[in-house]
């Protein structure tokens, strides 16, 4: 899923020294065992809480507690049952059938049928979904007949997609091939059920009134571009599990002032996946606040996208060469400094592969950094196409203060290393999103975190049949790689496909890998069952505070 990550700038005199010691939680605000409340940052408004067209991270860490879907996480990653109490797999791996709960309801009290996820999926699958097709519908094309639903193709109809509701508690999925991950993707967002009610509001999930959900919590309010409260549903099958009273989500896009609200007790959380804490301020946490202050690795890209559809960035060889002509590992060490790892591929460590790790077991050798290579690349790339100097670059990204100083390192050694010149601009989230979805744009930002634990869900991203590919790129030898692990559940043969698939977008340069994630963050004492999974998200649902 797409990324908003948050990072890091200088802070002033006063707030290192407040940040010295950092207070406790006032506790008739937070979480105590009178009123157990979680507050964390989201930093920006969430685009959309219509998981048919939820694609980043902001809307998908509230939608991920508002909704539930046939399968959950646990803290280990591992899939357990969800609103779906059972299944049964047919012997040739191709057809599902899930048992929904008996005691399954939406928040209004309505039973959660199979008929709710039929009617969602198939909708997430609509080509003419309003306000927007959903950019997730691909996650769906291993449905059979989905892919030819959504693209309108060889007069397939909606009631020929291979997922149907037998009755009101059985629910039945017919695949185009075996699929070793998909109970895990029955836990992503695109997969959730969606309340029947909305077929005649277009903008039901803009409107807390018009929400009814399903999951461990509720809307209760959206104060928009300010903040959302979410309280716990005692509808939920599974409440007495739920321990929190409410969640509060605020939307202040500024890392001093997050830091700032969490030594004054006014957030029980800051940092990543959708806040952030300034990072000179990083040896001064770890040192006074060693159990308050966490980093660790997430699955998930950094990187910058390059409109493949526009000279001279439809050149290989000038793509080549912006992406050899930087210092990965001086950007992780001297501007995001909280242990990232460069990158050289698409798929970070912490995916698994055949037997390890996908990382380990395909190191992303792929290229590697060449300043005078990168000076003849773009010499043969601009002559290619008729130009004798290389324009200005305008390099875009979503206002963020570690996005803005990651871009301008890059700006500078791409001024020192090829003489080029860059305009760096800054834009709004939903904005920025918009504009790369459309193509809008010549270099920007790009981030993208796992959506189930296997290869592919980074390595179809590139895809032409991808909603979520803002490159341009279409490969047909990519596309046939993709379809060749589709295809098959034969591990080792998944793996090679994906493998080659990647050596070839990386080596086309559609993208500029810069580094793999790690996640920055810290929690107040007394919270517990509260984590960061292993793609680097946010998982509140079975949080609770005991008093230390």
Known sequence: MSKKKYGFTLVSVLLALALVAVGCTPKEESGSSEAPVFRMNLAT????????????????????GLYEGLTRKDEKGEVVPGIAKEWKISDDGK????????????????????????????????PNLKPAVSAYAYQLYYIKNAEAYNTAADGVKVDDVGVKAIDEHTLQVELNSPTPYFLGLMSFTVFYPVHQSVKENEAWATDVSTMITNGPFKMSE??????????????????????????????????????????????????????????????????NNPDEFKIQGSASIYYYLFNTTQKPYSNEKVRQALSMAISRQDIVDNVTKGEQKPA????????????????????????????????????????????TAMPTVKLTYNTNELHQAVAEAIAEMWSKNLGIKTEVSKQEWGVFLDN??????????????????????????????SGNNNTGFANPEYDALIKEAYSTDDQAKRMAAMSKAEELVIGTRAIMPIYYYSTVYMIKPGFKGIFIDYKGDIDYNRGYYEAE
Do not use: C
Request: aromatic share 12%; charged share 30%; proline share 5%.
């Open 222 to 287: 959206w104060k928009k571009n300010n903040s959302i409260t979410i309280v716990k549903d005692d509808n939920y099958y599974a409440k007495d599990d739920v321990k929190l009273t409410k969640v509060v989500f605020s939307e202040v896009n500024d890392s001093n002032t997050e830091l700032s609200m969490y030594q004054t007790g006014e957030l029980d959380y800051a940092g990543m996946p959708t806040g952030l804490i300034p990072n000179e301020q990083f040896p001064t946490l770890k040192q």
């Open 344 to 387: 050289y591929g698409v798929v970070p460590p912490g995916i698994k592969g055949e037997k390890d790790d996908f990382r380990t077991e395909h190191p992303d050798t792929y290229f590697k950094e060449d300043i005078e290579q990168a000076k003849q690349l773009l010499a043969d790339g601009l002559k290619e196409e008729g130009l």
């Open 45 to 64: 408004e969430p685009p959309s809480l219509d998981p048919a067209q939820v694609q980043d991270q902001v809307s998908a860490t509230v939608v991920n």
């Open 95 to 126: 057809t599902y059938t899930f048992t929904i709960r008996d005691d399954a309801k939406w928040s209004n009290g309505d039973a959660v049928t199979a008929n709710d996820f039929e009617y969602a999926w198939k909708r997430a699958l609509d």
């Open 436 to 465: 790369r979805n459309h193509l809008n744009y010549d270099v920007a930002r790009g981030g993208w975190g796992a959506d189930y634990d296997d290869p592919m869900t980074f390595i179809d991203l590139f895809s032409s049949k």
